[in-house]
């Protein structure tokens, strides 16, 4: 489908671009030495309500409840969580031969128990994001990801998981990584093996009896966790262990993920200087910055996809972007699909949230289309709070600063080169309308999680 074009306010940009020469003012310092606020910009009040649906209450941001997971908020499943998030023992031996034991992976090949959820969402700089791996584009875990890890930051306002959907609760999310050859490499029965070995108790405190795992099943080594090395296929193969469809094994498995879930739905990225300036702090947003702010939501019309407080409409979108072999990886991002098979595979999962495993439905499913053909080539929608905090962008990478990104939308999609039908436009970004954009987009920074949140606690 095409996306309708944004109605621009040629009076409040002009009054940027063109007004007393200020449009490129990034600071303001009065005779006293103290902050004053930027030259006034002219704002229509219909201009104004649209920023205004972009901004966080002053109350500050809390996460929605969560009707899947009724261990969402039990601080005993957060504290938990934060454990697993960082603990590499539920992994598999690493399987790529770029796994070389140098700085940028996370060991040698064959060596097991190296990849943890912290290893690609990292914590650094409070962004949870990849800046680890060679270009920090795609990830090393186990093998090369062919997608790039997103940020965590605000993750439980998404209503969908990963790049394509393929999950709609968080707590099946960990289902992805731990199975996939080229991240954990791992397998539902040594996970629910481990958790027995190492964490029984602390388990039970929060989910009640564990089952012995260990009698029911023969005890998997971390060297026979996964994979032996790479299937053909590691995309969509992955190595099933016994026990993989053992309801004991997928419930402990599912109590893992929902205690990760209850540690990441705190990592939020806060309130912005630009929801201060929407708050009457006229100091908050140099010139540069508010200019970006009206080209958002006029000329750029990038609330089409990232709207709401959050900068997402948390739906799927083709943006015409050609895949490419990333370079030293060997990795196609050629010939995505995205969405549209995800989407299928979801509506017939147990681990959906319909299925058996979640505590309740809040109709998330619904709002998929009834042809999910239409979403082939499409991806969802990621958040922008924190965005200047990520070392990359797009599901694939392909951009590596906000300045390609930003390009990207201003040139529009290439006519030909991508799966499906591409929603994207040229929008004809002058030099300083692109300048200004991205000012706008680094002013969408917080103080990010709570430092307590950022590092291992003890195992």
């Known amino acids: 489908?095409?996306?309708?074009?944004?109605?621009?306010?040629?009076?409040?940009?002009?009054?940027?671009?063109?007004?007393?020469?200020?449009?490129?003012?990034?600071?303001?310092?009065?005779?006293?030495?103290?902050?004053?606020?930027?030259?006034?910009?002219?704002?229509?009040?219909?201009?104004?309500?649209?920023?205004?649906?972009?901004?966080?209450?002053?109350?500050?941001?809390?996460?929605?409840?969560?009707?899947?997971?009724?261990?969402?908020?039990?601080?005993?499943?957060?504290?938990?969580?934060q454990k697993f998030f960082f603990d590499p023992r539920f992994s598999g031996p690493l399987l790529d031969e770029a796994n070389d034991g140098t700085s940028g992976t996370l060991g040698k090949r064959g060596e097991p128990g190296k990849v943890a959820c912290a290893g690609c969402h990292m914590p650094v700089n409070g962004g949870f994001v990849d800046v680890r791996s060679p270009r920090e584009q795609l990830s090393l875990g186990s093998g090369w990801t062919h997608r790039k890890a997103p940020s965590l930051l605000n993750v439980a306002q998404m209503s969908f998981l990963m790049w394509d959907g393929r999950r709609d609760t968080s707590f099946s999310q960990v289902f992805s990584p731990i199975e996939s050859p080229l991240e954990?490499?791992?397998?539902?029965?040594?996970?629910?093996?481990?958790?027995?070995?190492?964490?029984?108790?602390?388990?039970?405190?929060?989910?009640?009896?564990?089952?012995?795992?260990?009698?029911?099943?023969?005890?998997?080594?971390?060297t026979d966790a996964g994979c032996s090395e790479?299937?053909?296929?590691?995309?969509?193969?992955?190595?099933?262990?016994?026990?993989?469809?053992?309801?004991?094994?997928?419930?402990?498995?599912?109590?893992f993920g929902k205690a990760i879930s209850a540690y990441t739905r705190k990592l939020g990225c806060g309130r912005s200087r630009f929801d201060e300036w929407i708050d009457g702090d006229a100091k908050a947003l140099t010139a540069d910055e508010q200019a970006g702010a009206l080209l958002f939501v006029g000329k750029g019309a990038c609330t089409l996809c990232h709207s709401g407080p959050y900068f997402t409409d948390r739906q799927f979108h083709n943006l015409g972007l050609g895949g490419e072999v990333v370079p030293f990886t060997g990795v196609s991002t050629v010939d995505d699909p995205g969405a549209a098979p995800a989407l299928a595979e979801l509506l017939n999962d147990p681990l959906n949230s319909k299925g058996p495993y979640s505590d309740g439905y809040d109709g998330r499913l619904d709002s998929l289309p009834g042809d999910l053909s239409t979403l082939r080539g499409a991806f969802h929608t990621p958040g922008l709070?924190?965005?200047?905090?990520?070392?990359?962008?797009?599901?694939?990478?392909?951009?590596r600063s906000l300045e390609d990104?930003?390009?990207?939308?201003?040139?529009?999609?290439?006519?030909?080169?991508?799966?499906?039908?591409?929603?994207?436009?040229?929008?004809?970004?002058?030099?300083?309308?692109?300048?200004?954009?991205?000012?706008?987009?680094?002013?969408?920074?917080?103080?990010?999680?709570?430092?307590?949140?950022?590092t291992a606690p003890p195992m």
């Open 184 to 222: 954990f490499n791992s397998s539902r029965l040594f996970l629910a093996q481990q958790v027995y070995r190492l964490y029984r108790g602390e388990y039970e405190q929060v989910f009640g009896p564990l089952p012995s795992l260990l009698d029911g099943f023969a005890a998997l080594a971390p």
């Open 1 to 81: 489908m095409n996306a309708p074009r944004a109605a621009l306010c040629l009076g409040a940009l002009c009054a940027v671009a063109c007004g007393s020469g200020r449009g490129a003012s990034t600071s303001c310092v009065g005779d006293t030495g103290e902050a004053c606020a930027p030259p006034a910009i002219a704002i229509t009040p219909e201009i104004k309500a649209r920023l205004a649906t972009l901004a966080l209450p002053k109350s500050g941001p809390l996460p929605p409840a969560d009707r899947t997971n009724a261990f969402a908020d039990d601080p005993r499943a957060a504290a938990l969580g």
């Open 385 to 399: 709070r924190c965005v200047s905090r990520r070392p990359s962008f797009m599901h694939n990478a392909k951009y």
């Open 405 to 454: 990104m930003v390009d990207s939308f201003s040139q529009g999609s290439s006519p030909s080169g991508y799966v499906g039908t591409s929603e994207n436009f040229a929008r004809n970004f002058t030099n300083v309308e692109r300048s200004q954009l991205i000012a706008f987009l680094k002013a969408l920074d917080g103080a990010g999680p709570d430092p307590t949140l950022l």
């Open 230 to 255: 790479l299937p053909k296929d590691p995309l969509h193969e992955n190595c099933t262990k016994a026990g993989h469809d053992d309801p004991a094994v997928v419930r402990v498995v599912v109590n």
